[in-house]
C-alpha cells in the first residue's frame, strides 16, 4: 500500500474515506447499512466501519482539541502558561490517537500487510473462531447447593436419646 496519505492534515480521513468506499464500492452510509443488517456476512466491512467510526470520533476530538488550543494561544499575551500548555498537550495526545485509529484503518484495508498472510494469519483466524461472545471470566458468584444446618443432621456413631 502506498504512503499517498498526507501527515498530519485533515485529509487523512477524507482519504482513507475514499480507499473504503473504493474497496467496496459504495458510500459509507450504504456500507453502514448492509453491515447494520448483516454484521457477521462481511468480519472486514464490520471491523471498516467500526475504526472507520472511530477514526471520526478522534479526528472531531482533535479539531475541537486544535479550536481551543487557537483560542487560547490568541488570549495569551507574550508567554504561554500551564493551562494552555495542557490544551497543547490534548493535542498531542488526539494527533496519536487520531493517527493510531488511521494506521487500524489502513492495516484493514490493505490485503497484503504483515499478520495477514502466512502463519500469523493462521493463528489469527484459529482464534477468532473460537472467540467468545461472554466475558472470559465469570462475573457472578457461582450457584452453591443449599446444605443443611449442621444442627439439624443427626451425627453418625451417635446414639441420640
Given at each position: 500500500m502506498s504512503d499517498d496519505i498526507p501527515d498530519g492534515s485533515d485529509n487523512v480521513v477524507g482519504v482513507l474515506t475514499e480507499r473504503i468506499q473504493a474497496r467496496f464500492g459504495m458510500g459509507m452510509d450504504q456500507l453502514k447499512a448492509a453491515v447494520a443488517a448483516a454484521p457477521d456476512a462481511n468480519p472486514d466491512a464490520t471491523a471498516l466501519v467500526?475504526?472507520?467510526?472511530?477514526?471520526?470520533?478522534?479526528?472531531?476530538?482533535?479539531?475541537?482539541?486544535?479550536?481551543?488550543?487557537?483560542?487560547?494561544?490568541?488570549?495569551?499575551?507574550?508567554?504561554v502558561d500551564d493551562p494552555t500548555m495542557g490544551l497543547a498537550q490534548r493535542v498531542n495526545t488526539a494527533v496519536s490517537a487520531r493517527d493510531g485509529r488511521a494506521l487500524v484503518v489502513r492495516w484493514l484495508l490493505d490485503p497484503d500487510a504483515p499478520g495477514k498472510k502466512g502463519l500469523a494469519a493462521e493463528r489469527l483466524a484459529r482464534l477468532n473462531r473460537g472467540a467468545r461472545k461472554g466475558p472470559a471470566v465469570q462475573t457472578s458468584a457461582p450457584h452453591r447447593p443449599a446444605v443443611p444446618s449442621p444442627a439439624s443432621?443427626?451425627?453418625a456413631g451417635r446414639a441420640t436419646l
Amino acid at each position: 500500500m502506498s504512503d499517498d496519505i498526507p501527515d498530519g492534515s485533515d485529509n487523512v480521513v477524507g482519504v482513507l474515506t475514499e480507499r473504503i468506499q473504493a474497496r467496496f464500492g459504495m458510500g459509507m452510509d450504504q456500507l453502514k447499512a448492509a453491515v447494520a443488517a448483516a454484521p457477521d456476512a462481511n468480519p472486514d466491512a464490520t471491523a471498516l466501519v467500526k475504526y472507520h467510526g472511530l477514526l471520526l470520533d478522534s479526528q472531531a476530538a482533535l479539531d475541537r482539541a486544535e479550536d481551543d488550543l487557537l483560542a487560547a494561544l490568541e488570549a495569551q499575551p507574550s508567554e504561554v502558561d500551564d493551562p494552555t500548555m495542557g490544551l497543547a498537550q490534548r493535542v498531542n495526545t488526539a494527533v496519536s490517537a487520531r493517527d493510531g485509529r488511521a494506521l487500524v484503518v489502513r492495516w484493514l484495508l490493505d490485503p497484503d500487510a504483515p499478520g495477514k498472510k502466512g502463519l500469523a494469519a493462521e493463528r489469527l483466524a484459529r482464534l477468532n473462531r473460537g472467540a467468545r461472545k461472554g466475558p472470559a471470566v465469570q462475573t457472578s458468584a457461582p450457584h452453591r447447593p443449599a446444605v443443611p444446618s449442621p444442627a439439624s443432621v443427626p451425627r453418625a456413631g451417635r446414639a441420640t436419646l
